[in-house]
């Protein structure tokens, strides 16, 4: 027995209500919020299939096995690889690259595994034109247009594949719903039949989301949670350079980045990526720090312009690093150097405008701002590493060896960092010049005398 149940739904974070409202009252948004029927099935409806559950000491810990995606730096952010079973969301700006990447990947995973491309966006004809741009070689590739969900989760037991890919969610719609396609129900509902699919046959399951205005992925954050992992695919109009972050990742770090450059024929993988983060000129107001994203180490300029102002009140602007970060900086030069900057505008970027998040930028970005001011080049073929207390002290930095061993890898001759353990100081003591310093006032001594 079965009735229809109709509800409203907030088409920006998922929630439901009885009634409608003009203003979500979960998410504080106005005129999201859309009438949704769905079926309501009884309680009593018999459950086939049912498991029993077993004892937790008989479950195998046989070790999984993985299968590349055909790129290294894709396989970085999944976590060494692809893990049979799982299902992986990947989200970007439309144009930025999603398909192209997904498409280059089944053809490199199709050589080893059999591989279903479900196109649900573009016609055969289309997917078969990018195929021949990339110039891609594939074994066993199958692809299959559809937007119909019981269609393609027919097609996908039919083929049985160990990789199968959705482009996209926002275009399949499950025709037992009256909702239209893209809307929170439908992604929601549609992602969950998938999930389930693949779960119960062990097949490794991308799906393609589009963002929302605000650049959160796919729909509500519920989507999120029905996943293993959760990658995002950013970068912009202007710059070449792409890059794939982890957001969420049940079987490795988050928070790893893989970075490509996007060409003619497709996209390319970065595989020195702090060559293009950083230049070798020694010039004021240009620092590098080094950075960790994830488990990888990556070696960043950081640039800094301070002119005098013309405002009442003075400019602040970054590109890269957060706003209130550089406040905070100069309010401690300001206190624990004894320049005065609130007479200055200051404008900070990083290399490339990649966006940092270690807060042991922090003595790079303060020296780039007293190189600027001074006019002063920092010392030569330098590096700079260390958080700023309020207190003025250089605090000690996570992940400093892998920090420093990047250092040595790119031949940069000096290094000023926080206080070091001694047997950490001794195994560079040949290979690099190690700088240690406790406060922003030695740093700023030992950078910029002339």
Known sequence: MSSKLSTFVCQNCGSESSQYFGRCLNCNSWNSIVEEIKSKRSKYQDIKNHKKSIPFNEISSKKISRFTSGFREFDRVLGGGIVPGSVVLLGGEPGIGKSTIVLQSAGKISLNEKVLYITAEESLEQVKIRWERLNQNSNDLQIFAETNLSQIIGEIKRVNPSFAIIDSIQAIHNHEMQSSPGSVSQVRECSSELQNLAKDNNISLLIIGHVTKDGSLAGPKTL?????????????????????????????????????????????????????????????????????????????????????????????TTTGISINRLHQILAVIEKHVGIKLSEFDCYIATGGGFEINDPSSDLGVAISILSSLKNIPPLANSSFIGELGLSGQVRKSNNLRTKIEEAVRLGIKNIVVPKLEEELNNNFQNLINIKEISNIKEAVDYSLSK
């Open 224 to 316: 999120e949670h029905l996943v293993d992992t959760v990658i995002n695919f950013e970068g912009d109009n202007i710059s070449s350079h792409r890059l794939l972050r982890s957001i969420k990742n049940r079987f490795g770090s988050t928070f790893e980045i893989g970075i490509f450059e996007m060409l003619e024929e497709g996209l390319r993988e970065i595989k020195n990526p702090s060559s293009i983060f950083t230049n070798k000129e020694n010039i004021s107001g240009v620092t590098t720090t080094i950075t960790n994203e994830g488990t990888r180490p990556l070696a960043v300029d950081i640039q800094a312009l301070v002119n005098k102002t013309f405002y009442s009140n003075p400019r602040r």
